[in-house]
T-cell receptor
């Protein structure tokens, strides 16, 4: 299957700082990329959807000024968590759509201290 | 609003047995139904997917059965192995749309 990479896999940051997470589709061009958040033992919660060169579409309840998404190319999307707080600690997973299929990255564990 | 209902929440199967996970949906505009496998601390991996124009799809030990009239689809894992122990998510995507609707997940444990 197609490969989606995510970096970093783990990050610890101090409260009030910003963190950037990168997502890349390695062997295909992704028409659309997605960012999910997953709490322990729960399903995936869609945060936002983005198309290359366009502004991201955020799900209801997701603060667009806090979770900045940039979809710079057909293979790269970034999520920046600004002014992080402990409640932002979570597992963030990106996903990319190539044709009919949707593939997920390995996830980033964010811990805000 | 949960659009895809998945059951059971957890499942314990003996090695060599058949694991069956079920999902039901209500929106007939869904036209793509994938199953994902997720290990702890990892992202979901696409396992197998089906479109509503077929009733069954098999890939190795994994089979999707699809019942369009009942609006249900299920994942069957034949000859279940301890390495299959993971959380499985069914999902459905609306025709012409991008976002996927996920089930709540099933935690499968295969006992040796």
């Amino acid at each position: 299957g197609a490969v989606v990479s995510q970096h970093p896999s783990r990050v610890i940051c101090k409260s009030g700082t910003s963190v950037k997470i990168e997502c890349r589709s390695l062997d295909f061009q992704a028409t659309t990329m997605f960012w999910y958040r997953q709490f322990p033992k729960q399903s995936l919660m869609l945060m936002a959807t983005s198309n290359e060169g366009s502004k991201a579409t955020y799900e209801q309840g997701v603060e667009k000024d806090k979770f900045l998404i940039n979809h710079a190319s057909l293979t790269l999307s970034t999520l920046t968590v600004t002014s992080a707080h402990p409640e932002d600690s979570s597992f963030y997973i990106c996903s990319a759509r190539g044709g009919y299929e949707q593939y997920f990255g390995p996830g980033t564990r964010l811990t805000v201290t | 609003q949960q659009q895809v209902k998945q059951s059971p929440q957890s499942l314990i199967v003996q090695k060599g047995g058949i694991s069956i996970i079920n999902c039901a949906y209500e929106n007939t505009a869904f036209d793509y139904f994938p199953w994902y496998q997720q290990f702890p601390g990892k992202g979901p991996a696409l396992l197998i997917a089906i479109r509503p124009d077929v009733s069954e799809k098999k890939e190795g030990r994994f089979t999707i059965s699809f019942n369009k009239s009942a609006k249900q689809f299920s994942l069957h894992i034949m000859d279940s192995q301890p390495g299959d122990s993971a959380t499985y998510f069914c999902a459905a995507r609306l025709r012409g749309a991008n976002d996927m609707r996920f089930g709540a997940g099933t935690r499968l444990t295969v006992k040796p």
